[in-house]
């Protein structure tokens, strides 16, 4: 594959790439780029939202270049402000190490994970002195800081920015230096980071990264951005059957954008598919059974994707309930409690107010039939089937 071809292929679904010029003559050189990519651990579960940077990086990998991935372990007792209006409670290290434990393994699912490096930005960060941080800092200034504009936006409301948020693009610029990365990847909300790293490397006298970044995929909800803490999200590590589910419940609107964000698909079928739906070719519905088919494929494999899409056939077309399910052994002495307590035991609400909110919502069916008291009884709950949402099924024992 000559550089064109290349250039062709790293830059299909990407936003931005500064600057284009820069990655063709590092494609043209023919040597293997180090190819960055950052992961703040905000939680443990890594989704389809994250996929989207995950199978840039692989593309990459794929063309023979080297993937580093950035856990930022040190960064994240910060907090990245990005995006938002007030700062970031920082999380401390215990709560880091926990999330991080499956990240990789999660990483692995979209990564040749053996192939790639993986890091952690507190090898270089947690030995930096105060005197080392204020040489550091003495390259960049506050005007440039206030470009960002989340910054901007909170300085002119009145609002605080704490002085350690400043620090946060700066760790991150650091990490393209301390690893000489040819080039970063990130979401279009990261630029402002990105392009740090690229200005702080030229002051280091480094070649300067290129800074590609790739769409935002929304939610579920079709409005804000997929993340956990919104629940619109698909994690990586559903089972086909919810992945499947879920993606049937996006609207209309996005099952463009996820074919072409959220699968492997080639550019062809994917502009057949668009003309299909804006012709009425394609009815929506059975474009969204191709999605789901293609997202469960892609992470299950084709034969988990045959049964999820027959689970969805049965329970949630038919109505019926499933062959199989998982089931739960309650004690005898919870055979009798109210439906609040149940969700709760089951694992299915955190709290009774979690569980009142999901009965309120019509979530939840007892044998086929929605309950809408959250204080309901039954006689005895053992034997008893459990419905929470379109896809999810218990058995209580």
Known sequence: MN?????????????DVVTREDLVAKLERGHRLRVKLGIDPSGPELHLGHAVVLRKLRDFQDLGHE??????DFTAQIGDPTGLSAARKPRTKAEIEADMRSYAEQAALILDIDKATVRFNSEWLAPISFADLIGLSAKITVARMLERDDFTKRFHAGSPIGLHEFLYPLGQAYDSIAIKADVELGG??????????RRMQEEFDQAPQVCMTLPILEGTDGVQRMGKSLNN???????????FGKVMSIPDTLIGRYFRLATTLAPAELDAIDAGLASGALRPRDAKLK???EIAGLYHGPNAAVVAREHFEKTVVRKELPDEMPSHALADGDARVMLGKLLVLVGWASSNREAQRLVQQGA?????VRADDVRHIEPTWHGKVLQKGNHQFLKIK
């Open 233 to 243: 999200f698909i994690a990586l590590r559903d089972t086909p059957q919810d992945m």
């Open 3 to 15: 550089a064109q071809q290349q250039l062709d292929l790293l830059t299909r679904r990407c936003v």
């Open 364 to 368: 939840i069916k007892i044998d086929g």
């Open 188 to 197: 279009t909300e990261q630029l402002f980071n990105l392009m740090m790293g």
């Open 67 to 72: 993937a580093v991935l950035i856990v930022g």
């Open 291 to 293: 999605l789901a088919f």
